[in-house]
């Protein structure tokens, strides 16, 4: 491949000189038409020839060296070969036509981790300092799929901000997802209404666990107050047990346990809490809710002995290392 582009370059230089030979010979004659016809089979030869001799914007470059050979007749054409012989050679080495490999840059420790020049700010950070306001919308922005339990406090706190547009897009935020949970509520009653338990009871058993966790959402992202709260926890309670009937699992308990304690039923919260760990739920995760549940018996002393037990990886969750740390005198 590469004798082949130098045989065809040669050939199209020969020809450009060739052309513009002969049509300084009819200029010679006073054959314009024909004179201008034969400089221009020549510039667009050259032209060609340039294209290809040149490192970037072939295009471009091949356009203006042939304007300024067809400026100048004769002379331009000769100073354009002039010009691209040292190019025109360079390019004459057997690699000319084939793929050339380009050496991969030495990553640093900066690229290698392009969130270190990121601001790595929590999201409350950002809606409580003074950030620019393109910054706490995307802040907002990010909480739109984060957990319940971290994002809709975060989004009631961004109902109180200086700029209408985070308000705004907060309270869009919080009003989708409480239509969603209504819908599921909805959807999931319907479906019940017309499939009996007696049908399937995994089946249903699972249908009544959506519909416990949709009830619970709404109280624990604080959608409901008063009465409302009251009927949707005893709504939670009610299918998270059918379902725990059917088919008892870690899951449907630690739900259980924490309805429980949103009623202020330590003791139940209790139960269902070691029926948790029994099914494979982490000591880690019951924890936290087994401390709250001494906290409302009023077994103070019980708390700090609760929190020992657990590793450091599992306080690094968001709240938990404040209270650990807490009733642990500082040692977390």
Avoid at 249 to 273: D, K
Wanted: some cysteine.
């Amino acid at each position: 491949m590469g004798q082949l582009g130098v045989l065809r370059t040669t050939l199209a230089c020969g020809l450009g000189l060739a052309a513009e030979g002969c049509g300084v010979v009819q200029l010679l004659r006073e054959q314009w038409w024909c004179a201008s016809a034969l400089h221009g089979v020549a510039v667009l030869s050259l032209g060609w020839v340039a294209a290809r001799a040149a490192t970037a914007n072939a295009l471009g470059a091949g356009t203006a060296v042939a304007l300024i050979a067809f400026s100048l007749p004769g002379v331009g054409c000769a100073g354009l070969v002039l010009s691209l012989l040292p190019s025109w050679c360079g390019r004459l080495g057997p690699e000319a036509d084939v793929v050339v490999e380009l050496e991969t840059p030495a990553f640093g420790d900066e690229l290698a981790r392009p969130h270190a020049s990121c601001d790595a700010s929590p999201v409350e950070e950002v809606l409580l300092g003074s950030a620019s306001l393109e910054r706490r919308v995307a802040a907002v922005m990010a909480l739109r799929r984060m957990d319940a339990k971290r994002a809709v406090p975060l989004l009631r706190l961004s109902l109180g901000d200086d700029a209408e547009d985070v308000r705004l897009l907060a309270y869009a935020i919080l009003e989708r997802r409480e239509k969603e949970l209504r819908a599921d509520i909805a959807a999931g009653l319907s479906q019940l209404a017309a499939q009996p338990l007696t049908d399937d009871r995994l089946a249903s058993a699972t249908l009544l666990q959506r519909l416990a966790e949709a009830h619970w959402e709404l109280v624990r992202g604080e959608y409901v107050q008063g009465d409302a709260e009251t009927q949707n926890l005893q709504a939670s309670a009610r299918h998270a047990q059918a379902a725990f009937a059917a088919r008892p699992t870690g899951t449907l308990a630690l739900l259980l346990a924490r309805i429980s304690l949103r009623r202020g039923q330590a003791e139940h919260a209790v139960g269902y809490l070691a029926t948790a760990q029994a099914s494979g739920v982490s000591r880690a995760v019951c924890v936290p809710l087994l401390a709250e549940a001494a906290f409302l018996q009023r077994r103070y002393e019980r708390i700090p002995e609760l929190w020992s037990g657990v590793s450091g990886w599992a306080l690094q969750r968001p709240g938990v290392l404040e209270v650990a740390d807490f009733w642990r005198g500082g040692e977390a």
